[in-house]
T-cell receptor, first 115, second 113 residues
Framework: AQSVTQLGSHVSVSEGALVLLRCNYSSSVPPYLFWYVQYPNQGLQLLLKYTSAATLVKGINGFEAEFKKSETSFHLTKPSAHMSDAAEYFCAVSAYSGGYQKVTFGTGTKLQVIP | DAGVTQSPTHLIKTRGQQVTLRCSPKSGHDTVSWYQQALGQGPQFIFQYYEEEERQRGNFPDRFSGHQFPNYSSELNVNALLLGDSALYLC????????????FGDGTRLSIL
């Protein structure tokens, strides 16, 4: 069984401030982890992925995430928020189950950027 | 290189009707997954198709069915529509040998009256 918990359904930051979106996962096998972003009326766009290589993963738009096995966390960060970062962010875990990759999404965190 | 395309973009139906949603995967992808995203929620996995067969299924009733064609495109069918079926339906494609990263379409917004 696997699951994802995103702490905070809404996060507000000032433009230029640090963005920190939290994600904790549960998986009985080594997982792959992903962050996706969703803008209004659009599908999900992959920001970055962890696939058991480097624990610090860099993605698009200046985002990065660090895989911490001991804390079962995969928090998303960006040093300086931009107005265009306002969107909903989803963390997802993928692991082999029954011979296939099974993907489970978190409930999402809506990021508001205040000018 | 076209990404994942879904049609139609919006659809309005009434309770009890049937609906078919369509999806064309990203070029080079052979696996298609369907998700339901209710307002304010994360995507919920409906099922996945590979080699024209359903190989994984989430916790959805049999009213939800699908199909994959030889060109890897896919359809999602929902029968006997309920008000609770109102949602954004997302199609995602990937490669069978990939690590789970999926490419998503912009979805079909289904409204049930």
């Amino acid at each position: 069984a696997q699951s994802v918990t995103q702490l905070g359904s809404h996060v507000s930051v000032s433009e230029g401030a640090l963005v920190l979106l939290r994600c904790n996962y549960s998986s009985s096998v080594p997982p792959y982890l992903f962050w996706y972003v969703q803008y209004p009326n659009q599908g999900l766009q992959l920001l970055l992925k962890y696939t058991s290589a480097a624990t610090l993963v860099k993605g698009i738009n200046g985002f990065e995430a660090e895989f911490k096995k001991s804390e079962t966390s995969f928090h998303l960060t960006k040093p300086s928020a931009h107005m265009s970062d306002a969107a909903e962010y989803f963390c997802a875990v993928s692991a082999y189950s029954g011979g296939y990759q099974k993907v489970t999404f978190g409930t999402g965190t809506k990021l508001q950027v205040i000018p | 290189d076209a990404g994942v395309t879904q049609s139609p973009t919006h659809l309005i139906k009434t309770r009890g009707q049937q609906v078919t949603l369509r999806c064309s995967p990203k070029s080079g992808h052979d696996t298609v997954s369907w998700y339901q995203q209710a307002l304010g929620q994360g995507p919920q996995f409906i099922f996945q198709y590979y080699e024209e067969e359903e190989r994984q299924r989430g916790n959805f009733p049999d009213r939800f069915s699908g199909h994959q064609f030889p060109n890897y495109s896919s359809e999602l069918n929902v029968n006997a529509l309920l008000l609770g079926d109102s949602a954004l339906y997302l199609c995602a494609s990937s490669t069978n040998t990939g690590v789970g990263a999926q490419h998503f379409g912009d979805g079909t917004r289904l409204s049930i009256l």
